[in-house]
């Protein structure tokens, strides 16, 4: 899988751009506040629908301008090739072409496109809030799983709904108020996202923890625990969705009092954690800031390999300007481990951590100011796609991965 072409219309600096990669490593060198990160936020955004940086969507709209459009011509082994192309509007709402024709819904995106997404940012997965780990949940199993984004903004509109008829029984509580099949519809939605969640980390944890032992030489294991609010049958049993609703209603029932009591949901999916262990203690209280970032690029390349053992194809692979916060060892073992792997878009202020045997394979490119030369060229690679705008969709399932249903409820 790779981006034959992409290209970006009014795209946060980029009025104009058409640009064709190199199939193997491209480097994306210039200084700060150029542009050179919002090219990857482009490509994670046509493979997730999501931004990783912008908190409304419209953030990744050009000032003074309505839309902004990313489009891309993907190259697939396993699937026909395909072009995407996503709008966003004002509104904050999104529009999605697949080879030409609009499609109704968003998250029709998902699963065309691949991408793993390491950058600064990424760091809060192991030292931020749990809100963190589990939108890296969420936005990682929705590549390989399309239907878990579905379940979860069904999850989260129950959710809402549950939550506020909780608060109105704290302040005025009534009988048959139809808490009940609130219940059901809580566990109807929320046990499959909680079998796939498992699902998701017990695969990637020895992945996880093998290229960990490679990035320290054999110095530190990495482990991963599931903390769900759910009490989970044992794994090696292999529950269903349907054990795991048992336990779900079981623990409803067990917390119902207190729900009650103070009008908000106890349980579920919004109450998820997930820690990380080196060598046995929690990187999060104890790691520091160089162990927690290798935690989090060990995460980043177990997601590669468990998404190309899942899909049949390797995804591309996003690093913002990794290779300043690495030391020398890890910096080796990363580019060690990237060659000839897939195509990967890597971005930096300049040169001096690449080898030159490294940079010899590589297609550099020089971004400043909203434009992009490949290095040794004079003109910027600048034009104006003939992208078509699309109409703003009223698809209102696009709340997957919008922000909380309530205090403390991000699931």
């Not at 009008?263 to 927690?292: C, E, H, K, M, W």
Request: hydrophobic share 40%.
């Amino acid at each position: 899988m790779r981006v034959q072409q992409i290209r970006l219309r009014n795209f946060r600096n980029y009025t104009g751009l058409e640009l064709n990669p190199g199939t193997g490593l491209n480097v994306f060198v210039g200084q700060n506040a150029q542009g050179k990160s919002n090219l990857l936020e482009a490509m994670y955004v046509l493979a997730t629908t999501r931004s990783l940086r912008a908190s409304r969507e419209s953030e990744m709209i050009q000032r003074a301008a309505e839309t902004a459009t990313v489009a891309a011509e993907i190259v697939r082994e396993k699937e026909p090739d395909v072009e995407l192309e996503l709008s966003v509007f004002q509104t904050d709402k999104k529009s999605i072409r697949v080879n030409g024709v609009r499609r109704p819904r968003v998250l029709e995106l998902l699963g065309q496109l691949n991408a793993v997404f390491f950058g600064a940012l990424d760091l809060g997965i192991v030292s931020g809030d749990p809100s963190i780990r589990r939108r890296w949940l969420s936005l990682e199993i929705s590549q390989i799983s399309p239907k878990y984004c579905f379940d979860l903004a069904s999850y989260k509109k129950v959710l809402e709904q549950r939550n506020r008829l909780l608060r109105d029984l704290r302040e005025r509580p009534y009988r048959d108020s139809g808490l009940e099949v609130w219940n059901d519809q809580l566990v109807h939605y929320g046990a499959p996202l909680l079998e796939k969640r498992r699902f998701f980390l017990d695969r990637l944890a020895p992945l996880a923890d093998e290229i960990h032992r490679d990035l320290t030489d054999g110095r530190e294991s990495l482990t991963l625990q599931y903390l769900p609010s759910v009490p989970l049958p044992d794994a090696s049993t292999s529950p269903g969705a349907a054990v795991i609703a048992e336990s779900f209603h079981a623990e409803i029932e067990r917390l119902s009092r207190d729900e009650l009591r103070r009008g908000v949901t106890l349980v579920g999916p919004q109450r998820d954690d997930v820690q990380f262990l080196i060598n046995g203690a929690d990187a999060r209280t104890y790691g520091s800031q160089g162990q927690q970032r290798t935690v989090v690029l060990s995460l980043k390349l177990a997601e590669y390999r468990l998404m190309d053992d899942y899909i049949g194809e390797p995804p591309i692979l996003l690093l913002d300007d990794v290779m300043s916060d690495l030391d020398d060892a890890r910096r080796a073992h990363l580019l060690d481990w990237i060659r000839g792997r897939s195509q990967t878009f890597i971005t930096c202020t300049n040169l001096r951590a690449f080898p030159d045997d490294v940079l010899q394979e590589a297609r550099i490119f020089r971004v400043e100011s909203g434009t992009v030369a490949p290095e040794g060229e004079y003109h910027p690679v600048v034009s104006e796609p003939p992208l078509a705008v699309a109409e703003s969709s009223e698809d209102s399932s696009d709340v997957v991965m919008a922000g909380s249903a309530g205090a403390g409820d991000e699931a």
